[in-house]
C-alpha cells in the first residue's frame, strides 16, 4: 500500500447509529495527528457529524468530508484515497458488498460490524483472493458480532498453550452479564435478513467450519440433548445457562479463527467451542431458550416483521446516551486443556465493558483500525477474523475500556 494515502482512516456511514458513535471514539482516543475523514451520502449531515467532533476535541486533526454513494466508481476512488476504511453501512447483505468490493481490488485494509455470517460467506468465496493478491487486511464482524467471544476464546486457548504445551479440548463462553438495548439498524438486519434469506440459505451457514479454511475437526458435541432440547447447560465456574442470540454470529467465526490459526496446531484437533447466556435459574432458562425459538419463527413471517417495524427504532436511530447510561455486558470463558490428567487445571478469562454495545462496537473498529496502522501485524492480504489481530489488538481494547482478566482454577 502506498504510504502517500490521503487519510489514515475513513468511517464510511458515518452519520448512522454506530457510525457516529465511532468517529466520537476516533475524536477522543486515537491519535491527534491521525488524518481521517467521515464518508456518506449527505454532506450536511456529515458536517453536523464533524461538527460535534470538533466540540469533543478542537486540539485535533479534524476530519475531512467524503460525500460518497453505494456505486462501484465512488467507493473505488474513496477505498484508494485511504489505509483502513471502516464500513458501518448496513444491512450488508443489500449494502455490504461495493465496500468490501473496493476494498479488496485497491488494497485497502477493511473492518466493518456486520453479524451477518452469510454475508461473510459469500464475501470469503468472491474476493479472499482478490485481497491476497493486492495486500488488503479485511477484518468483517469486530463489533459486538464477534470481536468478545473471539478474542475470549483465542485467550483461552493461548493460556493452555503457554502453559500445557498442549491443545484444547473445549472452550465455552458465557455472556454473563448484559444490559442494553438494540439500535433500529441491528432489529432492521435483522428482519431483512429473513426478508432476503430462506431457512435453507441460514441454516447453511450454520454448518460447522462453513466458513474455515480448512476442514475443521470431527468432534463429537458435548452438550447432551437437555441441552439441545431445552437450551440448558450447567457449567462449573459459570452457572447455569441457556441460549445465546449472539451464538449464531459468533461460533462460524471462533471456528474461522481455529482455521486461520493453525487448527490442530493450536486450538486442537479436537477441540469444541460452544457459546451460551448466563441465566438466573433453570426456569428462566428454559424460557428464554423458547421464547428465541419462537421469537425466530415468528419474525420468518413476514406480516409480524411488516408490523414489529413500526414498533421500534428506526435504522439510524438507538438508544440515547441517558438511556444506555447503565449498560454493561460481561463475557466470562472457561477451557480445559485437551490433555490425560483427571481433571486438569482451566482456564478462565472475563472480559467486561462499561458502556452499550455500541459504544463498544466504536471502540473496537477504531482500537482495531489504529492497531492495524501502527501494530506492525505479520498478516499478508486476506479475510481475518479478530483474534487474527491477536495480542497486540486485545491490549488496545483494555487500555481502552474492555477489560480482560485472566486465571486458572486449579483443582
Known sequence: MSASRQYDIVVFGATGYTGKLTAEHITTKLPTDLKWALAGRSESKLEAVAAECAALNPDRVQPAIEVCNLEDVELSALAKKTKVFISTVGPYCIYGEPAFKACAENGTHYLDVTGEVLFVKNMIEKYEKTAQATGAIM????GIDSAPADLVTWTLVNMIRNRFSAPTAEAIVSVHDITAKPSGGTLNTIFTLFDNYSFKELEAAQVPYTISPIPGPKTRDPN????????????PDLGILTTSMGRVSDIPIVQRSWGLLGGA?????????????????????????F???????????PFVRKMTRS??????DGPTKEESKNDRVEYRGIATPDVKTPKPPRAFCTARYEGSLY???????SQAAISILLDNHKLSGGIYTPACLGKKFIDRLDGAGFKFETKFFEN
Open 265 to 289: 496446531d493450536f486450538y486442537g484437533p479436537n477441540f469444541w467451542f460452544s457459546e451460551f447466556l448466563k441465566s438466573r435459574n433453570y426456569l428462566t432458562a428454559v424460557t428464554t431458550h
Open 139 to 142: 477484518v468483517p464482524q469486530i
Open 291 to 301: 421464547t428465541l425459538v419462537f421469537g425466530g419463527l415468528m419474525i420468518a413471517i
Open 311 to 316: 414498533y421500534v427504532y428506526k435504522p439510524g
Open 224 to 235: 447432551s440433548m437437555v441441552t439441545k432440547i431445552f437450551g440448558v447447560r450447567v457449567v
Open 359 to 365: 459504544d463498544f462496537t466504536g471502540l473496537s473498529l
